[in-house]
Nanobody, 120 residues
Framework: QMQLVESGGGLVQAGGSLRLSCLAS????????VGWFRQPPGKEREFVAS????????TYADSVSGRFTISRDYAKNTAWLQMNSLKPEDTAVYYC?????????????WGQGTQVTVSS
């Protein structure tokens, strides 16, 4: 089994930055695609960013493109989400996920989330 733990969330003013981390244990993340998702208050969970297996490519939601950056560090077995120019609408619980396949679903590994709150 792989376990994922998110950290780095908190309260930040609009225009500020945060860096979220996703620490994996039990498996190396090298062989897994890693994704970041978020769930704003009262809304459905939505895709934020992903990095492919072996780090070949990255994908971003239009809402965060140019502001967020996903990365991974095999030595630390950690994935990161650098969040810049934060907006109040970025407020959400952020989750990381790891998948050995091409999609993130119930069969994927999921963390328990970290709260990000952006004030106006």
């Amino acid at each position: 089994q792989m376990q994922l733990v998110e950290s780095g969330g908190g309260l930040v003013q609009a225009g500020g930055s945060l860096r979220l981390s996703c620490l994996a244990s039990g498996r190396t993340i090298r062989g897994y695609a890693v994704g970041w998702f978020r769930q704003p208050p009262g809304k459905e969970r939505e895709f934020v960013a992903s990095i492919s297996r072996y780090g070949a490519s990255t994908t971003y939601a239009d809402s965060v493109s140019g502001r967020f950056t996903i990365s991974r560090d095999y030595a630390k077995n950690t994935a990161w989400l650098q969040m810049n120019s934060l907006k109040p609408e970025d407020t959400a619980v952020y989750y990381c996920a790891a998948s050995i396949g091409s999609t993130f679903d119930e069969g994927s590994y999921w963390g328990q989330g970290t709260q990000v709150t952006v004030s106006s």
